[in-house]
């Protein structure tokens, strides 16, 4: 008789169930066949069951954590054309994959370029290697956010509503400068870029750079001082570049297009040179 007919494996199975330990119920009886017919040590065998339920539960974790993140669909790095924005340096981004240096001290990134640029992508490229490296990550377009943000302060629970999303270590604000007027005048965007400041990681895109976004906030001042927190600890990038999507119709034409002119003035000055636009 078998080592494990000895057993009775109906209770072992409601064990493992109570013990919440599914892969080891699930892999349990081959391994235990082949440590019966390799004569492995009981030690061995029990090192292997552990070892393979806690791969399965880091599995499963980033599985849910991806789901969580709400990353657009199929952008990823290896399908990103690194040589279409020969102004970002690959290795930079993969090292920025990895999270450590940045996310720990919550630094920002930001993406600027016209549209068609590969700015979403790039972004959730990156979310997406975040959340397999381990991190929290949360993709929202800005004005979807500020719209929770603004319901949540209507209920009296902004700040319960930002507490939440701490857990994510970087929350990426897509098309930031697409905030209307309206949400603007709530100043929910600042009080998240001020909650998080130092402390938790932001990741923003946008088509129009800094001297623009006075539409963003109730007020110039505000503006310049959302700005000054976002680029005190920044990675920017400028991905100058015509749309990805035109320059591959037209290479597909008559060959490879050229880079369309975009200037992103600098930072601050350029803030402050717009405030008397509003
Ligand atoms: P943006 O957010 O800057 O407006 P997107 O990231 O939405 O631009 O890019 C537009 C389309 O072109 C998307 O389908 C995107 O996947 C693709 N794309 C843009 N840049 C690249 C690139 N460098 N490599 C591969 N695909 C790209
Ligand atoms: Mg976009």
Redesign the pocket.
């Known amino acids: 008789m078998s080592t494990t007919s000895m057993i009775d494996t109906q209770r072992l199975s409601l064990m493992l169930n109570e013990l919440r330990l599914p892969a080891i119920k699930h892999i349990w009886g081959d391994f235990a066949a082949r440590a019966d017919k390799e004569g492995w040590p009981a030690a061995r065998f029990l090192a292997a069951l552990a070892e393979h339920e806690m791969a399965e539960r880091d599995q499963r974790r980033m599985e849910r954590h991806l789901k969580d993140a709400h990353l657009p669909a199929g ?1 990823t790095l290896d ?4 040589d ?2 020969p102004m970002i340096s690959k290795a930079q981004v993969i090292a920025m994959c990895a999270g450590d240096g940045w996310l720990e001290k919550g630094a920002n990134l930001i993406l600027f ?10 972004a959730s490229a990156i979310g997406l290697a975040l959340v397999e490296n381990g991190w929290r990550v949360l993709f929202t377009r800005t004005s979807d956010l500020v719209q929770r943000l603004q319901v949540a302060r209507r209920e009296l629970a902004l700040e319960s509503a930002l507490a939440k999303l701490d857990k994510y270590h970087l929350l990426v604000l ?1 098309d930031f400068a697409y905030v209307s007027r309206d949400q603007a005048e709530t100043s929910a965007l600042f009080e998240l870029i001020s909650a998080r400041y130092e402390r938790r990681s932001l990741l923003i ?1 946008a ?1 129009q750079p800094f001297g623009e976004w006075n539409r963003v906030f109730p007020d110039p001042a505000m503006t310049l001082a959302a700005v000054d927190r976002l680029v005190h600890h920044a990675t920017i990038f400028e ?1 100058n570049v015509e ?3 035109r320059r591959t119709a037209e290479a597909r034409r008559s060959g490879p297009g050229r880079p369309a002119a975009f200037t992103t003035p600098k930072v601050l000055d350029a803030v402050r040179d717009n405030q008397d636009d509003r």
Do not use: C, E, I, Q
């Open positions: 952008k399908n990103f054309a690194f279409a924005v370029g016209p549209p068609g640029g590969g700015k979403t992508h790039l897509d895109t088509n991905m749309s990805y999507r």
